[in-house]
Every structure is written in C-alpha cells, then in structure tokens.
T-cell receptor, first 112, second 115 residues
Framework: SQKIEQNSEALNIQEGKTATLTCNYT??????LQWYRQDPGRGPVFLLL?????KEKRKERLKVTFDTTLKQSLFHITASQPADSATYLC???????????FGTGTRLQVTL | GAVVSQHPSWVICKSGTSVKIECRSL??????MFWYRQFPKQSLMLMAT?????????EQGVEKDKFLINHASLTLSTLTVTSAHPEDSSFYIC???????????FGPGTRLTVL
C-alpha cells in the first residue's frame, strides 16, 4: 500500500524561527504531494501542491520541497508566528479520481 | 471562492437512529466530492468518492449499506449514517474538487456523537 508518514507528532519552536516539517512516502513517487493546515475542530485548508517533477515551490512564507531520491517532502514556514500554530497535514495524490492519502499530521506550536 | 459548507456542524443522536450530513459547494460546481472520517489525533481516512449522478466508490472496509452517499447535483452530496452506534462517533469531513484541479476544498466538518 502507498503510505505517507509524518514522523513528528509535535513540533515546538520560537517565534521568528523557521519551522521544518517532514513527510516521507513509501513505494513509488506520487504524482504530487499536497500540504494542508488544520485547526482544531475544523476542516483542512489547502496550502501548497508540489508535483513530482518540481523540486521546490514557494508561497509567501511557505516553502515545500520534493526529493524523489529520499522519498521525502519538507515543508518550511519562515519567520514563524504564533498564528501559524496548527496541525499540518501532508497528502499524496495522483491516483484515480484525485484521491488523497493523508499523513497523521504534525502539530506545530509557535511560542513567543 | 471555492467554499464548501457542511450541515449540521455537530449532531448528537441515540444509538440505532440515522443521521444525514449535507455537503455543499457554494460557489462552484464540484466534479467530485469525497467523504472522510477523522478520529481524535488521527489522520483523515477516506471513506468514499462520489460523483454526481453515479454510485459512490467506497474504500475497503467501509460498509456501503451503513454509510449511504447520495450525490444529487454538482453542488450537493449527502452522507447518511444508518443505525448509528457509539463507535460511529467521529468527525466527518467532506471535500470537493472542481474541473481538473487536484486541490481539494474541505468543508468545516460535522462532529457526530452517538449515545
């Protein structure tokens, strides 16, 4: 089966630092990886999509990388703020009907 | 744009009753809608994929007779949990895609508690 793993359940960092979250996948490379933000009791919100043939994608303070050799995607938040505190989900896609398989998420806590 | 709503946002019901959850795409036509279930501190688990006018495709291990999905239009899908039991208590989330865009737009979720 195609697994997606986010090994860090939680990450605590200080405001202003860069948060780096890791997502690993098994077996063949997915056509794309997506990153979502989920706040408690809410549905996920789409952040970024990176395709297999892209090495890096940026959006404002967010950056995501896709390393097919390491079978890994890294998600960076630069100049982190307390408002960035949330759970971040990685998802692999590219199969039939745009189905996504989600990781368990990393809960990020940014403190003052 | 690309807003998805769910109703109700939370529901409490007695064991053995049925509960219907609605998922609507408010400002776009959804080519496909998905239903997920999320238990506390766990990830989203896909239950089924739904296309307008056709039968839903259920993931392995999901009982299609227990979780009835109806996709009546390009903007509305419903999930009915039949004969609900306490183990069905969970956070149910729908999402929708439009055109050929891979991004999924999620609803705010429905918290179901079965007593």
């Amino acid at each position: 089966s195609q697994k997606i793993e986010q090994n860090s359940e939680a990450l605590n960092i200080q405001e202003g630092k860069t948060a780096t979250l890791t997502c690993n996948y098994t077996n063949y490379s997915p056509a794309y990886l997506q990153w979502y933000r989920q706040d408690p009791g809410r549905g996920p919100v789409f952040l970024l999509l990176i395709r297999e043939n892209e090495k890096e994608k940026r959006k404002e303070r967010l950056k995501v990388t896709f390393d097919t050799t390491l079978k890994q995607s890294l998600f960076h938040i630069t100049a982190s703020q307390p408002a960035d505190s949330a759970t971040y989900l990685c998802a692999r896609g590219g199969g039939t009907a745009s189905k996504l398989t989600f990781g368990t998420g990393t809960r990020l806590q940014v403190t003052l | 744009g690309a807003v998805v709503s769910q109703h109700p946002s939370w529901v409490i019901c007695k064991s053995g009753t049925s509960v219907k959850i609605e998922c609507r795409s408010l400002d776009f036509q959804a080519t496909t809608m998905f239903w997920y279930r999320q238990f506390p501190k766990q990830s989203l688990m896909l239950m089924a994929t739904s296309n307008e006018g056709s039968k839903a495709t259920y993931e392995q291990g999901v009982e299609k007779d227990k979780f009835l999905i109806n996709h009546a239009s390009l903007t509305l899908s419903t999930l009915t949990v039949t004969s609900a039991h306490p183990e069905d208590s969970s956070f149910y989330i729908c999402s929708a895609t439009r055109d050929s865009i891979n991004e999924q737009f999620f609803g705010p979720g429905t918290r179901l508690t079965v007593l």
